[in-house]
């Protein structure tokens, strides 16, 4: 019903910065919870940065400050701009959206923060 693709990961130095894309198709994308979650290897996927249907915005307490979450509901897309980047920053990003009790996920895209 639902497909998303994220795009603009790869390989930046410590304090760079990226911005990560996700666009989706099917679906009403004005009406969903857009979210970035990550995980790092060894580690549970967690929480970065959430964005309501309404605008509001929810922040992971370790990027709260230098990550910022936004949409364009006319371009089916929602970003996250990522500065200030650390090495522990690096992880798989992954778009999710959500309404009710549906809830998709795209393939994830690599971040990987190293001098």
């Known amino acids: 019903q639902v497909q998303l693709v994220e795009s603009g990961g790869g390989l930046v130095q410590p304090g760079g910065s990226l911005r990560l894309s996700c666009t989706a198709s099917?679906?009403?994308?004005?009406?969903?919870?857009m979210g970035w979650y990550r995980q790092a290897p060894g580690k549970a996927r967690e929480l970065v940065a959430v964005i309501s249907s309404s605008g509001t915005t929810n922040y992971g307490d370790s990027v709260k400050g230098r990550f910022t979450i936004s949409r364009d509901n006319a371009k089916n897309t929602v970003y996250l701009q990522m500065n200030s980047l650390k090495p522990e920053d690096t992880a798989d990003y992954y778009c999710n959206a959500r309404l009710m009790n549906y809830n998709y996920w795209g393939q994830g895209t690599q971040v990987t923060v190293s001098s």
């Open positions: 099917g679906g009403i994308f004005s009406r969903y919870a």
